[in-house]
């Protein structure tokens, strides 16, 4: 019974958690890592854009809400994800088209279009702030909860509940959809095989007649859907915060460096190995020993080897560490 106990507490305040926070990694690793892989420069605006799309989610979300519409136990917002997407591509379209295109034509290097990134990053930041304010914004609605933990209780016998939270389940079957769709797309279609044979060599793409601007377009289309449906579950899950989406950038970063940066496989793996790192390692493990150790040997302490306000700095150790020891990540991507 304590067994089963000390696997209901780790699942509910380690396992689950961290799956649901991975997936939202995850998502908007792989749009770093296509940035990177195609577009060949790491966005900083990345965070930023982030908090832009799930922004419009929030004012269509409200605007539905005085309207009366509603998806019942589901969250409103994931009617709302489809008009997101559309205002971040707009932006990020807008952008490529009035800064980054410069500097392609120029052929500039990295380090150029990293710094330009930064600048538009601040711009992103204050335009969030300016609509939405700098405020926690809780814009979920529907059924809180799966799986109840006074339910799960009372229906177990066990002293300890499980809750699954309504919004960490949509996480993951929505990571999971998009995901499918996205490999599907880069490996069946013949506009994901050019972007693909555009990434591995820019020169012989070119000479194949593949048209350059055409994958740029499609690559921010991609990246604008996969950071707004990112930015939206994170929300969701937890709350909207603009300074929260800048934090981000850090494990976002350190998911798609650990992975293998230009590596789509390698962001999903990265994602999770992060989301894990980040949860294990600030989680309070005094409980769940409490119930597998004899009385005489129970942690008097909480057993956290960090404390929340630093799970931050689990990516960056991470990030450092891959850097100095296998820059080109766990499935080999570009070296950084």
Do not use: C
Not at 28 to 35: D, E, Q, R, W
Not at 37 to 57: E, K, Q, Y
Not at 158 to 172: A, H, P
């Amino acid at each position: 019974m304590d067994f089963l106990n000390a696997l209901v507490a780790l699942s509910n305040f380690v396992l689950i958690p961290a799956v649901a926070y991975g997936s939202q990694l995850a998502l908007g690793a792989l749009g770093v890592t296509l940035i990177y892989g195609i577009l060949r420069f790491s966005n900083f605006a990345h965070g930023d854009t982030m908090a832009f799309g799930t922004m419009t989610v929030i004012l269509f979300t409200w605007l539905f809400q005085s309207w009366g519409i509603s998806l019942g136990p589901l969250p409103t917002a994931l009617l709302a994800i489809p008009f997101g997407i559309a205002a971040t591509a707009v932006l990020v379209l807008a952008t490529d088209r009035v800064v980054y295109r410069f500097y392609r034509a120029q052929k500039a290097k990295p380090v150029v279009f990293v710094i330009v990134s930064i600048g538009v990053m601040f711009i992103y930041n204050g335009l969030t702030r300016f609509v939405l304010g700098a405020d926690d914004q809780r814009f979920a609605d529907g059924e809180r909860f799966i799986i109840n933990v006074r339910e799960f209780r009372e229906l177990t016998g066990l002293s300890e509940g499980l809750g699954i939270k309504t919004t960490q389940g949509i996480t993951v079957i929505t990571a999971v959809i998009v995901v499918a769709v996205l490999f599907w797309f880069l490996n069946s279609t013949r506009t994901g095989k050019s972007m693909r044979a555009y990434s591995d060599n820019e020169d012989l793409a070119l000479l194949s007649g593949i048209n350059p601007e055409r994958v740029v377009m499609v690559t921010w289309l991609i990246v604008a859907a996969l950071i707004t449906v990112a930015g939206t579950l994170y929300g969701l899950d937890k709350s909207y915060k603009p300074f929260t989406y800048f934090q981000l950038l850090l494990p976002i970063f350190a998911s798609a460096i650990v992975g293998g940066l230009g590596s789509p496989l390698g962001a999903i793996a990265g994602g999770f190995v992060i989301a894990f790192s980040e949860v294990g390692i600030t989680y309070a493990w005094k409980k769940v020993l409490g119930y597998l150790l004899p009385e005489s040997l129970e942690p008097s302490g909480l057993v956290q080897l960090l404390a929340t306000e630093y799970k931050f700095a689990v990516s960056f150790i991470i990030l450092v560490a891959v850097l100095l020891f296998r820059p080109t990540g766990l499935f080999r991507g570009k070296s950084v």
